[in-house]
């Protein structure tokens, strides 16, 4: 449902104040504002509407208005003004990002805790293989029970295992093997790498002693490995910084959480490589425990076939515009830093994109 262009006023006005103060915000304050030229009876009147309407909630009945996850949703979509950074900002983050790259060696847990000191909430980066396969096979001979299985990824990354016989294999059955991985197994993914396939090698090979079942275990160990997410977490103990979480139980509830493994983010594929920020609010989430808090999250070319995802967690009051602007010039940053990418157009840092996941439209 369509609301005013003064409703909509009044709403920026309650979420600016409230992310200012983080105490309802009730009719007086924003009428002090001065922006508005309206009657503190016409702001109490709007701000009524906008309960009935599910933009804002009343905590007590004499306290004032707090927004909702919907109301979140309107200011982020349409209200809020886009932060940029000035120049004295940018040039303080890209110190200290190259710093922090050149001393912890580009490591995506030194992103997670730099986008924390950043931001000040919590903070997870993740990176993830888009599709690593092995391109090159070595079986190495060493006696009649023993050979090694080296493999080299897409990566460029190299994996090897030695392998015990309990019966005796000759040099020219492991060169066989050799010859036909190379020749059959190369840049197959995970899924390719099938019962039928391997039992067919089996065949060509005429391996009787079962060893091309043992190399395709080590092969698809290694790549269910190399494509699984790896995340850090670091900050969590900020969430007690917010006046939100000075509960104990409801801190400990979503500290717990993250520093169990869960996750804030959704799936690297999940987003577009332009797609920079993407904003979740309570309910929006992606785990029961996130419900009443707010997730920023930016996309990065890592390299090597990988993007990578950096987010943050914090009360649905955090200023969206600052942390949004933050996190794209890190994740900009990071892009040209570990993707190799061209500096991008003066002010794209600050371009904000947010999704909306109930029904997949992009609002600039």
Same mark, same amino acid.
């Given at each position: 449902m369509a609301i005013s262009d003064r409703k909509k006023k009044i709403l920026a006005a309650v979420?600016?104040?409230? !992310?200012?103060?983080?105490?309802?915000?009730?009719?007086?304050?924003?009428?002090?504002?001065?922006?508005?030229?309206?009657?503190?009876?016409? !702001?109490? @009147?709007? #701000?009524?509407?906008?309960?009935?309407?599910?933009?804002?909630?009343?905590?007590?009945?004499?306290?004032? =208005?707090?927004?909702?996850?919907? +109301?979140?949703?309107?200011?982020?979509?349409?209200?809020?003004? =886009?932060?940029?950074?000035? #120049?004295?900002?940018?040039?303080?983050m890209n110190l200290r990002? @190259?710093?922090?790259?050149?001393?912890?060696?580009?490591?995506?847990?030194?992103?997670s805790r730099l986008a924390s000191q950043l931001?000040?909430?919590?903070?997870?980066?993740?990176?993830?293989?888009?599709?690593?396969?092995?391109? =090159?096979?070595?079986?190495?001979?060493?006696?009649?029970?023993? $050979?090694?299985?080296?493999l080299m990824l897409s990566s460029n990354a190299v994996k090897s295992k030695l392998v015990h016989l309990p019966v005796s294999a000759d040099q020219e059955l492991v060169q066989r093997l050799s010859t036909l991985f190379n020749a059959s197994f190369t840049g197959l993914a995970e899924a390719e790498i099938t019962p039928v396939k391997i039992h067919a090698a089996e065949r060509a090979a005429d391996d009787q002693l079962g060893l091309?079942?043992? !190399?395709?275990?080590?092969?698809?160990?290694?790549?269910?490995?190399?494509?699984?997410?790896?995340? $850090? &977490?670091?900050?969590?103990?900020? &969430?007690?910084?917010?006046?939100? $979480? =000075?509960?104990?139980?409801?801190?400990?509830?979503l500290m717990s959480y993250l520093s169990g493994g869960g996750t804030i983010l959704p799936s690297a594929e999940g987003m577009q490589p332009s797609d920079e920020v993407r904003v979740l609010i309570g309910p929006e989430n992606v785990a029961e425990e996130l419900k009443d808090s707010s997730v920023v999250?930016?996309?990065?070319?890592? +390299?090597?076939?990988?993007? +990578?995802? !950096?987010?943050?967690?914090?009360?649905?009051?955090?200023?969206?515009?600052a942390v949004a602007a933050k996190l794209s $010039?890190?994740?900009?940053?990071?892009?040209?830093?570990?993707? +190799?990418?061209?500096?991008?157009?003066?002010?794209l840092h600050n371009k904000l994109i947010i999704k909306e996941i109930d029904d997949g439209h992009e609002r600039r």
């Open positions: 979420v600016d104040e409230y !992310i200012r103060t983080a105490e309802p915000v009730g009719s007086k304050a924003i009428a002090q504002r001065g922006e508005l030229k309206c009657s503190s009876a016409t !702001i109490r @009147n709007e #701000l009524a509407e906008l309960v009935a309407l599910g933009y804002l909630e009343q905590p007590h009945t004499s306290a004032g =208005r707090v927004p909702t996850p919907m +109301g979140y949703r309107m200011y982020v979509n349409e209200l809020m003004e =886009r932060q940029k950074l000035s #120049l004295e900002e940018s040039e303080e990002l @190259n710093q922090k790259l050149q001393e912890l060696d580009d490591t995506i847990k030194d992103v931001t000040d909430y919590p903070a997870l980066a993740l990176t993830a293989q888009s599709s690593v396969t092995v391109k =090159r096979y070595d079986l190495i001979y060493v006696d009649a029970n023993n $050979f090694i299985i080296v091309t079942a043992v !190399i395709s275990a080590f092969v698809l160990e290694t790549l269910a490995e190399a494509n699984t997410p790896t995340a $850090f &977490l670091s900050g969590e103990n900020r &969430l007690l910084n917010q006046p939100e $979480f =000075r509960d104990p139980d409801k801190a400990h509830k999250i930016a996309s990065y070319d890592a +390299g090597d076939n990988t993007r +990578g995802l !950096i987010g943050v967690v914090g009360p649905t009051r955090m200023d969206y515009s $010039f890190l994740a900009a940053g990071l892009s040209r830093r570990l993707g +190799g990418g061209e500096a991008p157009p003066e002010g």
